[in-house]
């Protein structure tokens, strides 16, 4: 059975602190990815990884960096949060496109509140 | 004009009524389509996969049509458990793995 855990359920921060997401998958899956939703706009994609070391900016990047140092592991980072980073933040990993198993497997999601 | 788009709802249906959702998707190049279920303040899980054919899960069957670039869901004799919010699901073409969203079709069986 597929696991995609996230390290908090919630945070509270305050404008302007670093904030650190990790997401773990225990699949050996090549693909992460994290997402944001929100109210009337659905999942959005923030940053995905195709493998190690390897990122690629999704829909909505600005604010945001990844890091992916290992395969299991994919972290989102807010270098300076910001009010309108309240949100739901959702991880989610998966076999390569061309793999038939190709559907995303999500973690419970963060859901953070900025101060 | 959105990639995948849906009718929010909600949808109030009685227990046991037959409901049924539409998806519509821009890109006619899409190569995967799927259904997802997210219960309230929980993460998306998948419910099906839609294949060209059609095919059905128990109570739950899902159709393509990719002339149309229309994909649907029909729930037979709803459920009270059957409440959720029912993600449309694209995955565009170049075999990339990414998925496009739809924002959901929210179901809110009564008894």
């Known amino acids: 059975d597929v696991k995609v855990t996230q390290s908090s359920r919630y945070l509270v921060k305050r404008t302007g602190e670093k904030v650190f997401l990790e997401c773990v998958q225990d699949?050996?899956?090549?693909?992460m990815f994290w997402y944001r939703q929100d109210p009337g706009l659905g999942l959005r994609l923030i940053y995905f990884?195709?493998?190690?070391?390897?990122?690629e900016k999704g829909d909505i990047p600005e604010g945001y960096s990844v890091s992916r140092e290992k395969k299991e592991r994919f972290s989102l980072i807010l270098e300076s949060a910001s009010t309108n980073q309240t949100s739901m933040y959702l991880c989610?990993?998966?076999?390569?496109?061309?793999?038939?198993?190709?559907?995303?497997?999500f973690g419970p999601g963060t859901r953070l509140l900025v101060l | 004009r959105k990639e995948v788009e849906q009718d929010p709802g909600p949808f109030n249906v009685p227990e046991g009524a037959t409901v049924a959702f539409n998806c519509t998707y821009s890109?006619?190049?899409?190569?995967?389509f799927f259904w997802y279920r997210q219960d309230c303040r929980k993460e998306p899980k998948l419910l099906m996969s839609?294949?060209?054919s059609g095919n059905e899960d128990g109570r739950f069957t899902a159709q393509l049509n990719r002339a149309s670039q229309y994909i649907s869901l029909l729930i037979r004799d709803s459920k009270l458990s059957d409440s959720a919010t029912y993600l449309c699901?694209?995955?565009?073409?170049?075999?990339?793995?990414?998925?496009?969203f739809g924002q959901g079709t929210t179901l809110q069986v009564k008894p």
């Open positions: 699901v694209v995955s565009p073409s170049g075999n990339t793995g990414k998925l496009i």
């Open positions: 890109n006619s190049a899409s190569q995967s």
């Open positions: 699949m050996d899956h090549e693909n």
């Open positions: 989610a990993s998966s076999f390569p496109a061309e793999d038939p198993r190709e559907t995303q497997y």
């Open positions: 990884s195709y493998d190690v070391k390897m990122k």
């Open positions: 839609v294949y060209s």
